[in-house]
Nanobody, 123 residues
């Protein structure tokens, strides 16, 4: 089992950059595929990015491709989401999540979730 805690959320202006972190506890962090999701008010939770357990394969939502980058440090049991050129439509609560097996954009297939961190981008 793994517990996840996100941090790094902030209020910032459009065009800015931010790095989110997700710290995991538990001995088996390195075996899990890690993902980032986000949920804006009144909207469903949506996939943002995912990274395999070795960090060799990443996937992104089209809306963030080229602007966001997901990385992980298994020694530190941490996954990161670097967000550049932020837009007001990126405003949401960002969650990290973990699952066994391959990457998927389906939130319901992730077994473990953090509590979320707020990112607000003003125009």
């Amino acid at each position: 089992q793994v517990q996840l805690v996100e941090s790094g959320g902030a209020l910032l202006q459009a065009g800015g950059s931010l790095r989110l972190s997700c710290a995991a506890s538990g001995r088996t962090f390195s075996r899990y595929l890690m993902g980032w999701f986000r949920q804006a008010p009144g909207k469903e939770r949506e996939f943002v990015a995912a990274i395999t357990w070795r960090g060799t394969v990443t996937s992104y939502a089209d809306s963030v491709k080229g602007r966001f980058a997901i990385t992980r440090d298994n020694a530190k049991k941490t996954v990161y989401l670097q967000m550049n050129n932020l837009k007001p439509e990126d405003t949401a609560v960002y969650y990290c999540a973990a699952k066994d097996g391959g990457a998927t954009v389906v939130a319901g297939l992730y077994a473990y979730w953090g509590q979320g961190t707020q990112v607000t981008v003003s125009s």
